[in-house]
C-alpha cells in the first residue's frame, strides 16, 4: 500500500485532528493544490481539505490548456503575455508528462477578428515576449494548405490561416500530482472533508477550522496558524461561513465543452475559431475524439454540479457548423459534455468573455488569507505569492527555504535526465510489449502517469474481467491517488469518461467491484457514486435529445 492510499484515511484524519499545523488549505483544486506544495516546500506543515474529490470543481472541466497568454497581446497587457509564457515554459519543464506543445490552427477570414497581417506580427510579439523556443513559432498557411489540413472548413472569404502552439495539459492529473508532490514532502492531504466553520480565537483571528467528514458525518477541528481559502467559485460561500465580515468578489461564468466522435467530426490538428457572435472557441482533438469549448455565461445555480443546458448545447453546435458548413453536427452526436465555472473577479458592468482571468490575494478582518481567479496556467505563481503573504504575515522568513517550484518535478515527471523523453517512453513501450500490452495501452499509461508507468506494469494484479494495463493503473490510483469511487478513477484520475466513455460503460461494474473490495465499502457508500454516475449518463441522454 502506497502512502496515499485511501486505507491510511483514518491515520490522516487522528493526524489533523491532534497536531497544530502551520497553516490549512481548504480547497483542493489547482489552486489549493499549488499553494499546498508551495508552503510544504518552503518548510512550512500544512494540510489541505477538500469537500468533494481533488479537482472534482472547476479544475478538472476547463479546457485543458497551459496557455501562453496569447488573448492577453490583444488587451494590450505585454507584461502579463511575458509572465505567462515564461510561466507556461516552468510548467511543461515541471510536469512534462502532462503538458504536449500542439498546433493550433487559425483561419484568417475576410471581415474575421484579425487580417493575416495584424496575426503574423501579433504573434512575432507574442513569441519573443512569451520566449516561445524557435522550433515551435507559429507557421503560415495557404487557403489551399489549410483546407487540406482541416478538411470540411468553410472556404468562403477564406484567406488562409496562422498555426501557432498551445500546450495540452490533462487539468485534473496536473492537481493530483502536484498534491501528490506535497504529500510527498510531508503534507496531509485529505478529500471529502468539507470546511463547515472558520472559528476565531479571543484575538478575533480566525486559527481553527471546523470540518465535516462526508463520508461518515462526523465533525472535528483542525488548528493552524494560518488559513487560506483556495475554494474558487465556492470563495464567498465560505467566508459567509463564519462572520459578517464577507468581501464578495466572485463572479461566476460558466463554460461548457462537448465531445465528438473522430467518425462525426474528423480534426486532425486543433482550431481556433470565431464564432457568430465574435467570441472564439477551441475544437481539439483528444484520444480519437475532439472536444470544442468554450461557452461563456453568467451563471448563478448549483456550482457543485453546474448545468448545460439547450441554449449551450445549440450555441456550440451552431459555431461548428457555421465553421465547417458541411459538417451538419446534431444534438445527437455528442459522445461526452463537461460544464465548468471560472470563479472570476468580478469588475462591474462587463460581459462575461471581457472580465480579466486575473487573480486576487485578499485577507478579511479574521485573518483568513483567500486567493481567488487566475488560471490554471498560473497556478504555481499564484502559489508563490501567496505563500509570500503568509510568511510575512505569520511566520520567520529567516527559518524557511526559499521558493523552488520551478524547478520541483511533479510526482510523475521524475525522468532520468540522462535520457529523452522518447528513449525513455520506447523503453517502457518495449517493457510493457513484453507483458503482452498493446503499444496505445502502453502509450495512454504512459501519457497520463509519466515516469509512474513503470511502478504501473511492475504492480502484480490477479486476472480479472478488465485488461491488465486498466487494473493495473486502478490499482495504482488506488494505492498512490486516494481513489475511493469508479468516478475518481474514470473522470479524474483518468480522463476515461470524457474521451473513451465506451470503455467506461463496459467496465464499470468490475471497477466498482475492485474498489469495493479493496476498501471494504458500505453498500450506502457504493449506492452513492452509482447514483451520481447514473444522473451523468442521463444528462448526457438529455444532452442527446435536447435539440
Ligand atoms: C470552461 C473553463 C475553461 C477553462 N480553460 C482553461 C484553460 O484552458 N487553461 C487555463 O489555464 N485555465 C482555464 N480555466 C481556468 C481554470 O480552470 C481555473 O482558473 C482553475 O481550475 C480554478 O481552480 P481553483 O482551484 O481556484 O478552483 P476549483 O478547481 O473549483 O477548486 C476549488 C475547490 O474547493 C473545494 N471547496 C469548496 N468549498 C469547500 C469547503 N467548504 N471545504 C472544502 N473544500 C471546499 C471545491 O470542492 C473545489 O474542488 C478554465 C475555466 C473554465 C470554467
Redesign the pocket.
Known sequence: MGDFSILNRQRDIKLLKSKEFDLIL????????GVFLDAQQRGLSCCL????D??????S???????GGLRYLKQGNFRLVHETGKERNVVAHIARHLTYPKEVLLPIIKGGSFSKLQLKFALWVYEELAQVPKELRHSSYSKNELINALPGIQNKNLLGGIGYVEYQTN?SRLTIEVIKKAVELGGVAVSR????ELIEGENGVVSSIR?KDITSNDTFTINAKCVVN?????TD??LT?KSNSIIAKIKPT????LVFDQNRFSLSKAIYFDTPDKRMIFAIPEDGKVYV??TDTFYEGDLTNPTISNSDVAYLLAACNNMFSELDLKSEDIVGAWS????LIDEKNKRPSEIS?KYEIYQDASGVLSI???????YRKMAEKIVNTAIDKYFHKASLYPCNTSTLKLAGSEFDSNKSYYEILEEFLDSAAKLGWKVEEAKWVFSQFGSQAEAILNLQVVEGDIPEYLHKTLLFTLENELVQTPSDFFIRRTNLFNFHFELVVLHYDSVSQIINAYLNLKPDQIATDERKFNAMIDTLKKINQSL
Open positions: 481548504i480547497g483542493g483544486g489547482i489552486t489549493g493544490a481539505v477538500e469537500m468533494q481533488f479537482a472534482e470543481g472547476t479544475s472541466k476547463s479546457t485543458k490548456l497551459i496557455h487539468d472533508l468539507r470546511a463547515s470540518v483556495a475554494t474558487g467559485p465556492w460561500n465560505l461561513v460558466k463554460g461548457v465543452h469549448g468554450t465548468g465555472i471560472r470563479p482571468r481567488a481567479g487566475g488560471k490554471l496556467t498560473g
